[in-house]
């Protein structure tokens, strides 16, 4: 069985998928062919924003979007830490630093709470209220104090990078509120959620900049790397274009800025316009299955959960019900396109159980994400420590995934949900 099934949905368009090759093997115009304008026009529409930018990657999307905003060194850029790599490393590669938010336990999403904290904490300079990135950990070394308080003291708050994790849009409105009353920008990590919705809105429509990811195993995904930025900003999307290619200004050879090599390739862009034709019938499809497994899961609840498939109400956090697996959830007026199903359990030892009784019958799992950000080798220079973010840390050791896809049918869930009803007991 696979994770996701890629090749049932390529059996059901492939006589599209090889037309729209052999249309770009017979023009000839491998970069930067129509396709690439076409697809731009189509999926901004979708989105509802003014324009969208073609490029390479997920990741060069997130990096032109900073660069777009001149982000550098002494810039402080808020992120969640409960997400892959990219979204914090575009931010060091740039020179500037990331702060970490922790996560709502409930959606996963950056925490707005946590992130007025945050910024009111990088203000005033002081990691007792909210942890920082350098702070102090060793209070009898004088030198190693006045050169953590130096290092805070060359940050600026910048922007925040909110992440749509596994589908679900973050809560945007109060996000953008405490982010203009800072000063701040805010980019969309929509590398999960095209096709999602917000409160009547469309992912990749929800802050000044998104970013999504055309990663073949992504929603929308195409057979290689790819990705886009979509904005209403005049001067930011003619920022992006010419980032995109090296910094180009009236043609290839002037260059009015640094930039990358981050174009879309138009053989991508030729099968992503054939992969969106039965986009809005697959989302619908996900919706479906994810409805099937809340339904299914529900035997494995000690308690009910209000609402349906597509919107529920969390428990109080104070008093969360302990469950063997608890699915996700959903809040209202969000509509998740399920990029992954990932579901909570009790802690690692009952993980590794349902993961094994679900690889003895064939059945993938994944774990997204096993080690939050500030936990990684690559930030260790920032300082943080276990603890800090105590909501991604327990994520991380509780939550696993299992199949995903518009193309699963109810008897494969129905299996999968049965392996973890027996394991459950076990």
């Known amino acids: 069985m696979d994770f996701i099934d890629l090749s049932a949905q390529q059996r059901l368009i492939k006589n599209s998928i090889d037309a729209a090759i ?3 093997l017979r023009h000839g115009q491998y970069i930067m062919g129509p396709e690439i304008r076409e697809l731009e026009e189509k999926l901004a529409a979708y989105v509802g924003v003014k324009h969208a930018v073609g490029c390479a990657s997920g990741t060069d999307a997130l990096l032109m979007a900073l660069m777009a905003y001149g982000v550098g060194p002494g810039d402080a850029i808020f992120t969640t830490p409960f997400t892959f790599v990219a979204t914090a490393e575009v931010i060091s590669i740039l020179g500037a630093t990331p702060i970490f938010v922790d996560i709502d336990p409930f959606t996963f999403n950056i925490d707005p709470v946590k992130l007025e904290a945050a910024i ?31 290092k805070l003291s060359a940050l600026k708050p910048r922007g925040v990078i ?75 999307v003619q920022i992006m274009r010419s980032i995109r290619v090296h910094g180009q200004g009236t043609d290839k050879y002037e260059n009015v800025r640094i930039g990358i090599n981050g174009r879309l390739d138009t053989m991508q862009a030729a099968i992503l316009l054939a992969k ?11 919706q479906t299955v994810a409805w099937r497994y809340d339904r299914l899961l529900k035997s494995l609840e000690a308690d009910a959960i209000s609402g349906t498939g597509e919107e529920r109400q969390p428990a109080d956090a104070a008093n969360r019900p302990s469950r063997p697996v608890t699915p996700p959830m959903v809040p209202p007026g969000y509509k998740s396109v399920w990029a992954q199903y990932s579901v909570l359990t009790t802690g690692e030892e009952r993980r590794a159980a349902y993961q094994h009784s679900l690889k003895e019958a064939g059945i993938p799992t994944a774990i ?22 105590p909501e991604s840390e327990t994520a991380a050791r509780r939550i696993f995934s299992i199949p995903m896809h518009p193309y699963l049918n109810a008897e494969v869930q129905e299996k999968i949900c049965q392996i973890l009803q027996i394991s459950a007991g076990k």
């Open 22 to 24: 052999q249309k770009v």
């Open 120 to 150: 009111e904490a990088l203000k005033k300079r002081d990691a007792s209220f909210y942890p920082l990135p350098f702070k102090d950990t060793d209070r009898a070394v004088s030198q190693s104090i006045a050169l953590c308080n130096e």
């Open 162 to 236: 909110a992440v749509d994790l596994f589908g679900l849009p973050a809560d945007y409105d109060v996000i953008n509120g405490i982010a203009r009353r800072g000063g701040l920008f805010v980019i969309e990590d929509a590398a999960q959620s095209f096709g999602a919705e917000y409160k009547g809105r469309k992912a990749c429509s929800l802050a000044d900049i998104a970013c999504t990811s055309f990663f073949p195993a992504k929603p929308l995904g195409c057979y290689g790397d790819g990705g886009m930025c979509f904005t209403d900003d005049d001067n930011l």
């Open 276 to 286: 969106f034709s039965i986009f809005p019938e697959e989302v619908d499809r996900r």
């Open 368 to 389: 997204y994400y096993p080690l939050p950000l500030h936990l990684q080798k690559a930030f260790a220079c920032l300082g943080y420590k276990a603890g800090d973010f």
